[in-house]
């Protein structure tokens, strides 16, 4: 494994400014000092312990395809199976679950609107529950990256 710094700057330094090449693991692994595999073996025992969910590029909504907040009300003993159906879909990238009475939010992306409402339909269908859509109607910037604290 790593040393502690460079973990540190794995997770740290590529939230912003990920190489965008055809070898971007690679270039990281040049500017580190270390070679790709262990770039790629970190990345890959980070995702394990649940230190990260994914390594992707983050779009302004509706620059490239279609994208909705939803979310879905089900009982308290169905969440679990409710949840599975929603994370069973590739184009939902997180779900979580509030305390509210719709229960379960997500939020779905994909090529086209049509495909989005197609899964929110089927989602309801499958769960037995009708799924709430709620677009966006104004769009805010947010810095999706974090200053970690190391310790």
Known sequence: MLDEETQHRLLGEF???????????ADIAEKLGIDEAQVLAAYETFASEGKISRIGAVFKPHSVGAS????????????????EIINGYHEVNH??????????????????????????????EKAGSR?????????????????????
């Open 15 to 25: 939230q912003r400014d990920f190489p965008l090449s055809p070898t971007p693991y």
């Open 68 to 83: 909705t907040l939803a979310a879905i009300s089900v009982p308290s003993e169905r969440i679990e199976e409710a949840a």
């Open 95 to 124: 779900n979580y679950e509030r305390e509210h009475l719709f229960n379960l939010w997500f939020v779905v992306t994909a090529d086209c609107q049509a495909r989005v409402e197609t899964v929110l339909k089927e989602i309801g």
């Open 131 to 151: 799924v709430l859509d709620l677009p966006m109607l104004v769009g805010y910037h947010l810095d999706l990256g974090f200053k970690l604290k190391w310790n």
